[in-house]
């Protein structure tokens, strides 16, 4: 099966937060990429399980009012798959809420398009761990 030319990167990402909803500055930060085209949402699940352990899921077609995620659409794509939420689910605690986001890192649609066409391929793709980064900023600023 070929890739699809037209998507840039896509990334699974889960946020856990404690409690039954989302602050209202995280749908705002999620908004803004979104309106700046920076990152196109293809899915969204979101699960919250309660203090008995019982877990609940809403997807982005449903009312996510309530949790504190209002004013988001996503793609008609379902890449969230149940084994993926039996993952998530396993390793919630209770009294919290787990938002599932798949997104096509928009803006670079151009440079995975480029890369596929010059026979290139991604080799590695490695998130730099916050601790690291902050560390290294700090040394940064000290030199």
Excluded: N, Y
């Excluded at 391929?121 to 761990?129: G, I």
Aim: proline share 3%; hydrophobic share 50%.
């Amino acid at each position: 099966m070929g890739s699809t030319p037209d998507l840039g990167p896509v990334d699974f990402l889960v946020l856990t937060f404690p409690g039954t909803a989302v602050d209202a500055t995280i749908t705002e930060a999620l908004a803004e990429v979104v309106g700046k085209g920076l990152v196109t949402l293809l899915d969204l699940v979101v699960l919250s399980k309660d203090t008995d352990g019982a877990v609940t899921a809403r997807e982005i077609d449903d009312d996510l009012e309530q949790i504190g995620l209002t004013g988001l659409t996503a793609a008609d794509i379902d890449l969230v798959s149940d084994a993926d939420l039996d993952v998530v689910r396993a390793s919630m605690e209770p009294g919290t809420l787990a938002v599932v986001l798949v997104f096509e890192q928009t803006w670079a649609t151009e440079l995975a398009a480029a890369v596929r066409v010059a026979d290139g391929e991604l080799a590695l793709h490695v998130q730099v761990p916050r601790e690291a980064v902050d560390a290294a900023v700090a040394a940064a600023s000290t030199s």
